[in-house]
C-alpha cells in the first residue's frame, strides 16, 4: 500500500499489516496525501512496518505495496521512490517491463518522443559511473525530459564542505522533478528519499542496492528466454561481493520453480544469507565448480567479474581466482540453442572476445534494457501509468 | 545610465556624471548601441566613472545605472552584465523582484515554458560551486533555454595550458549567448564581462563578489518580512570573512531605517570597511554579543558558516569561535513569531537541525529563491524587461 | 565508394578497387546496407583496401569515397564516420563548406533551429579538452539535438576499471545516435568506428587526426582569403609536434600551385615525412629562418604553440625556441593586406595582445568556424545532404 493507496483507504490498524513504512512529516508529502496525527493512529509495531516521530507529527511514507492495486493508465505510480529491489513483487515488475516495451518502441520509432517534456531531472553521483549516468540520462532525454548533471558531486559540492546529504537534497529538490543519486554509502538513497519530496531513484549506494540493475536483469531475463517461472540460472564469479548476483538471486525468488546454481572460487562464494533466504522462500539452489556442466543445464548463465580490489595485497589468490571461470567458445559449445549469457559489465577477460559474436551474447542487449527500464521507471514515477 | 539608454539619450557631460563605466570599443557592442568616438565627448574623470582608449577608440559600457529609466515590459534591461552587488539600486532591485516573482508562478504553474528556447548559455566554473551551478542551469532549463557546462574549468581547459581569461571568452562567447562564470580571482568576472560581446553574470569571483546571491538574500528578506524599509538584521557568524554578510550590508544600507546588528566571535568580526560605509549612509550598526538578545529584537537572523580554512593551525581558535553563536531551540523561542533565520548554505551545525521544522526556519526557501532571482535575470538579459 | 554507394551498385571486382575499405559483419551494418558473404566476393587485396574476416562472415565498411558521388540534397553522406583528414578529397571538401556556410546563416538568424531534434550525441571525453567539447556541444545544441556528457571518461568510467575502450563503444552506442569522441591513444577513433554501429566523429585521438581542426583550417583560409589554388602559408612555430600543422599541410597538398613555407625553431622543424609528401603532391615548400620575408609575401601566417612538454628539462631550449618566433606588430606591419593570422588556439605569448584588434587576426573567427564546421558534420552524419 503506497502513501497513495492510504490517502484514499480508512486508517485501520489491519491496513498497515505486513508492509513496510517509511515515514515523513504529512506536511511534507507531496501529491494528494492526508495529514495524520500520531494520536488518531493504533501504532502496532510489525518488523514490516516503521514509523518516525517527529514533535507531535508522524512522518509516514510507504516504501512498499499492498496486492490489490490498479495498473490502468493514468493511475498513479505505486511508489514515490525506487529505493531497492524489495519494493517489487511479481505483479509490479510485470507491469513495469510492459512498459518497458513500451519504452523500446518509443525508442526505435519515434525521433523526439516529448512525454517527459517541461520535466527537469539531476542526477546527483557521488560516486563516478559514467555507464548507469549516461544510461539514465539518455532515458529522460529519449523521453523529451532535460538533466542537470553532476559527474562527481563528493568532490565538488558542499559534501566537502561537511553538508548532510539530507541538507544537500533538500536544496536539489527545489531545482528538479527528481533526483537520481549514486551514494558510496549504503542506505543513503533511503535517507534522501525521506527527505525529499520529490521522487529519488536509487542508482547504487555503496555496497547496498542498485534497484535498477535488478529490474533490468530480470527483464532481459524476461526478454530473452521468454519466461522467469520454471528457469535454471548459474550465477558464476564474485557471488560474495557482487551486488548485482546478491539482487537477482533476490528477486528471481519471486518466481516459481526457479533454480539457482553458484559457480564461484572458494573465497568468494556466495554468502550464507542469501541461500538461507532461498531456502525460506522454496527456491531450489546448489553449488558447483563445475561450469561447464552448468553451462550445459541452465537457461542463464550470469557471469561477474572478480574484483580485484577485494583481495588487498593477496595477489595470488586473486589471479588463481581470476582465471578460474572463463566463459569461453567451450562453455557456448555446451549450452542449449535457447540459452543466453548475461553480465552485468564491466567485463575483463571473465567472457572473451570470441563469445561476443555468438547470438547468445546477451550482455551488450542487457545495457540497453537497462535504458528502457530506466524510462519506464522515470515516466512512472513522474507521470504515473 | 546603460549603454543602452546611452544610446538613445544626447551626449553630455552631465548625462555621464554620478555614474560607473566601464568602456569597450564600440565596434565590439552588441545591440543598439552607437558608435562613440574619442573626439566627439567631453570626457570629465569622475571617482564614478571609467573610460579605456584603445588606439583612436574609445571603449564605452555602463555597469551602473541611472534613476530616470523605464521598465515597461520589451524594453531593454538597463545591464548588460551582472557583475557586483552596486549594480543595483532600490528601484532597478524592486523591478527585478517584481520578475523574480513571476518566476515563481512560470515555475510552479507552466510546465515546459520556453521563453528562452533556442539560447545557450555556458557556465564557465573555474572553481566547483555545484549548488550555484545547478541553480542556474535549473533557471535555464525552466525558461526553455539550454546549457553548456564546465564542472571544472581550471583543472580541464585551456587554462591549464596558460591561455588568458581574456582568450578563453572570446571563445566561448562563440559558442553561446550568455556566460555565467565562478573563478578564483576577484575581478575576473569584470575582466570577462569587459571581453564578452555576450552578457556575463558573475556566480561568484573568489573573495570578490557574488551579485546574485545579495540579490536573492535581499529578496527573501522582503518575500518573508514583506517590506525592507525600517528592518531589523543580525548578521551572526564569520562576519570577516563572509562575503555574503558583506554584500548583503551594502545592499541593506539602500533602504530607509534599517538597524544591523553584528554578532561575531572576536576572531571574525565586521570589518571597519562596513561600518564606516553604513555610517556614510546613515545606518544604525551595533555590535553585540549577546545573540538571545539579538534575536529577540531582530526581522531577520542571519547566521553564517565559520571557515576553518581562515584559521590555519590554531583549531583551538576555530573551535571556540564555531561553538560560540549556535541558532537552535533556545534562539528561536525569543524570536519574534514574525521574523526569520536565513543562511546562504551550505551549514554545518552553526543551525541546529531541530530548528528546520520551525515554519521561521527561512534558509531552504532562501536556496529556492535563488532560482527565481537566476531566472529573472537570464530572462532580462536575454530578453529584457 | 562508402558502404551505402556499396549497397546500390553492383558488386564486381572493380568497383573495390582503389579505394580503402574498412570492414564490419554486415548484420551489424546501420542503414541499407547490403549483407556480402566471403563466398560470393572475388576478394582482390589492394593496399588501399580492408578486409576483416570474423567466422564466416566479412566484415566491410567505406573509409573513404569514390570520385562520382552525388551531393545532392536528400541524399546520404558519403561517410559514416568522421576519423582523419585523409578521408576528404576536394570535391566532398568544398560541399561540406557550401554547408558550413548555410550553419552560419542558421547560427546567426534563425533562434532554435530544430533539424536535429530528437537525436543524442554523446560526448565520449578520455582526455579532457574543453574548448573542444563545447564547440561540439554547442554545434548539436543549435540544431536542436541533445548532448550526453562526459567530461573526463578516462578517469571517471568503467575504463578505470579496464573495460576495452570496444566495449565501451558497444554500451555508449545504445544510449546515443553518435558519438564524438576524444583520446589520448593514436588510432582509437579508428577502433571506435569499427566497433560502433553510429557514426563516429574523431575530436582527436593523441598523437594522431583531428580532423574537424584541419577542416574548420581550412575552411578559415577560403572564408578569409576567398581561394585555396595559389595560397601561400606560412607554418610558423612548433612544427614537429603539432598535429594541426601536419594535417593542413596534408589537406593543402590537395589543392594547386600551393607554396608552404616553414618556420621553426631548429629543434621543432617539420618532419621529413610531411615535406616529401608534399614533394611527391608537386607542392612547393621552403624553410626559412626569416618570419619578416615569409610574412611578407605569405595570404596566410599560420603561428602555433611550443609546447614545454616536449622539451622535458631542457628549459633553456624551450626558452629559446619560445622567444625566437612571435607574431607581433611588426609582422604586421610587413603583412599584405589582405593576408591574414591564423592559430589553433590557445595562444600563450606566440601573438602577441596588440595583434588582437587588427582586422587581419583571424584566430577568434577561426575558433569560431569550428562550430559551423561541426554542425555541418553532425546534420550531414545524421541526416545526409
Redesign the interface.
Known amino acids: 500500500m503506497s502513501s497513495c493507496a492510504f490517502s484514499t483507504s480508512a486508517l485501520r490498524e489491519t491496513s498497515l499489516q505486513n508492509h513496510e513504512w517509511i515515514c515523513r512529516?504529512p506536511s511534507d508529502l507531496k501529491k494528494n496525501c492526508i495529514s495524520v496525527d500520531v494520536s488518531h493512529l493504533k501504532m502496532t509495531w510489525h518488523n514490516s512496518m516503521r514509523w518516525k516521530q517527529?514533535?507531535s507529527r508522524v512522518q509516514c511514507r510507504a516504501l512498499d505495496v499492498e496486492n490489490n492495486r490498479a495498473f490502468l493508465k493514468g493511475e498513479l505510480f505505486q511508489l514515490d521512490d525506487v529505493i531497492e529491489a524489495q519494493q517489487f513483487d511479481r505483479e509490479i515488475l510485470s507491469a513495469i517491463f510492459e512498459v518497458a516495451r513500451e519504452m523500446e518502441t518509443i525508442e526505435k520509432e519515434?525521433?523526439?518522443?516529448q512525454i517527459l517534456?517541461?520535466?527537469?531531472m539531476?542526477t546527483l553521483f557521488y560516486e563516478?559511473?559514467?555507464?548507469t549516468r549516461?544510461?539514465f540520462?539518455?532515458a529522460m532525454?529519449?523521453l523529451g525530459g532535460?538533466v542537470?548533471?553532476?559527474?562527481?558531486?563528493r568532490?565538488?559540492?558542499?559534501a566537502a564542505?561537511?553538508?548532510t546529504l539530507e541538507?544537500?537534497i533538500?536544496?536539489?529538490e527545489?531545482?528538479?522533478d527528481i533526483i537520481v543519486m549514486r551514494h558510496f554509502e549504503s542506505g543513503a538513497a533511503r535517507r534522501a528519499a525521506m527527505t525529499a519530496n520529490i521522487p529519488v531513484i536509487n542508482a547504487g549506494d555503496g555496497p547496498g542496492q542498485h534497484p535498477t540493475q535488478a529490474l533490468l536483469d530480470v527483464y532481459t531475463i524476461e526478454r530473452e528466454i521468454g519466461k522467469l517461472d520454471g528457469i535454471k540460472v548459474g550465477l558464476v564469479g564474485d557471488l560474495a561481493n557482487g551486488r548485482t548476483v546478491r539482487s537477482l538471486a533476490y528477486l528471481l525468488a519471486k518466481y516459481n520453480d526457479v533454480k539457482i546454481y553458484f559457480v564461484s572460487p572458494e573465497v568468494v562464494k556466495m554468502k550464507e544469507d542469501i541461500k538461507e533466504y532461498l531456502t525460506s522462500k522454496g527456491i531450489k539452489w546448489e553449488e558447483s565448480s563445475d561450469l561447464m556442466e552448468v553451462a550445459s543445464k541452465c537457461d542463464v548463465v550470469y557471469q561477474t567479474?572478480i574484483q580485484r580490489e577485494r583481495f588487498g595485497e593477496r595477489v595470488d589468490l586473486y589471479n588463481e581466482a581470476r582465471g578460474k571461470y572463463i566463459v569461453n567458445r567451450d562453455v557456448l559449445s555446451v549450452m542449449q540453442k535457447h540459452a543466453v549469457v548475461m553480465h552485468p559489465?564491466?567485463?575483463?577477460d571473465e567472457i572473451t572476445v570470441e563469445v561476443d559474436?555468438d547470438p547468445r551474447a546477451a550482455y551488450?542487449r542487457q545495457?540497453?534494457n537497462g535504458?528502457f527500464i530506466r524510462m519506464a521507471l522515470l515516466k512512472l514515477l513522474l507521470l504515473g501509468w
Chains 1, 2, 3 share one sequence.
Open positions: 512529516k517527529t514533535g519515434s525521433r523526439g518522443n517534456k517541461g520535466f527537469l539531476a563516478p559511473s559514467t555507464r549516461l544510461s540520462e539518455s532525454k529519449r532535460e542537470l548533471t553532476t559527474e562527481n558531486a568532490e565538488f559540492s558542499s564542505k561537511g553538508e541538507d544537500t533538500r536544496t536539489v527545489g531545482y528538479s567479474r559489465l564491466p567485463r575483463l559474436d551488450f545495457a540497453k535504458l
